[in-house]
């Protein structure tokens, strides 16, 4: 599928970037989409070791990123140059050994190595920072600790059919964040720091005008809706999810008098009589079983001339590359949930009662899946 920008959205959001001051958030997706950043290495004075044994290693890099992002690098580099020395006292490490690691990571375009012990940030590495729009130093933590316990189990899951986080952790991941509050804290940041660059994609994609009430199922701290809000003032939004997943939505999210905040369960109902549900990367969470409970309740509460919008990435048929894929497998062990393809969704939406009616391609991995009752 290809990317697209709808011309009537294209102008709401550059509008609506303008009067929020959220451009930033804006001008980080279109360079990444526009103008994609490739790191390109110095060239290795040693040969390279083979491709496959690259591949199997590459968890080297990413916990070293890990490490970076855990202990705040990224920040403590945003006002310039920094010793590898100065950085280990300020993050209570051992100096050799963060050298070395700063170093491998300077190797791959994450940090600059500037002499022989000095490190700057990257333009790569500016996404670990805290405060920068687009963050992604809370989600690389999430990934560094509970998703890479996980992973470590893959052959579990493959064995058994069952999801190897239930398996290192005795719960699943749902049970784990509501009875961890520092995990789920991270997982919610995460969650809201991709959804806001997210938000824009679907905004430029997908014409909300003439709906006048929506409502966010699984919605977590409410990013999405709070961004649909701003650029269509006539519309009233509901934040729906459980009590912890809601986390600090009540504190943070704009346009209060429009938005109100509903604490439930949508396997067992969700709030009835909006024009428009959108479901945000809740269904790929589940099994087709209870993803079709959830796509029912919202058929149940959904009147004739509302619609669902779900917006998931869409898996190629093809034998082409697809970060979909590779997404799978962390859902098959974080979670019962998968990536699907067109007529998996298709299924699922059909055994919903709700009929597919376009697939609306973004500028992000997601594409938005529009469905109306039969």
């Excluded at 994609?36 to 040969?47: E, G, M, S």
């Amino acid at each position: 599928m290809v990317a697209r920008m709808a011309f009537g959205p294209l102008l709401r959001v550059l509008h609506g970037a303008w009067r929020t001051h959220s451009g930033s958030e804006l001008k980080l997706l279109l360079k990444h989409r526009l103008f994609p950043r490739t790191t390109i290495p110095k060239k290795d004075q040693n040969p390279a070791p083979p491709v496959l044994f690259q591949m199997a290693t590459a968890y080297w890099v990413s916990q070293a990123i890990y490490v970076a992002a855990k202990l705040g690098i990224a920040d403590l580099l945003q006002d310039g140059l920094r010793s590898s020395a100065a950085l280990a006292a300020e993050t209570g490490s051992d100096a050799p050994s963060l050298f070395r690691v700063l170093r491998a990571l300077s190797s791959v375009g994450v940090f600059s190595q500037l002499g022989k012990d000095c490190f700057a940030l990257s333009r790569l590495g500016d996404a670990l920072r805290s405060d920068v729009p687009g963050s992604l130093r809370a989600i690389v933590i999430t990934i560094g600790e509970i998703h890479y316990q996980a992973c470590g189990e893959l052959l579990h899951s493959v064995r058994t059919g069952s999801p190897a986080f239930d398996h290192v952790f005795g719960k699943s991941l749902f049970d784990h964040l509501q009875e961890n509050a520092g995990a789920a804290d991270l997982f919610n940041r995460g969650m809201t720091n991709l959804s806001s660059l997210l938000a824009h994609a679907v905004l430029l994609a997908y014409d909300f005008s003439g709906v006048t009430s929506i409502v966010d199922v699984g919605g977590g701290e409410g990013q999405l809706l709070m961004r649909i809000l701003e650029l269509y003032p006539e519309m009233t939004g509901v934040v729906f999810d459980v009590a912890h997943g809601l986390g600090s939505a009540r504190r943070t999210m704009g346009n209060a008098e429009r938005c109100s905040y509903i604490a439930g369960n949508f396997f067992g109902a969700v709030p009835e009589g909006a024009e428009a549900y959108v479901l945000c990367g809740v269904v790929h969470d589940w099994s087709d079983d209870l993803a079709v409970v959830i796509l029912s309740n919202c058929r149940k509460a959904m009147a004739r001339n509302s619609r669902a919008l779900i917006v998931e990435m869409i898996v190629p048929k093809t034998n082409s590359a697809s970060f979909s894929k590779l997404l799978d497998l962390n859902m098959m062990v974080m979670t019962a949930g998968r990536e699907r393809t067109k007529s998996e969704f298709l299924a699922l939406l059909d055994a919903a009662d709700l009929r597919v009616t376009r697939i609306i391609p973004t500028m992000a991995p997601q594409s938005v899946i529009e469905a109306v009752p039969k």
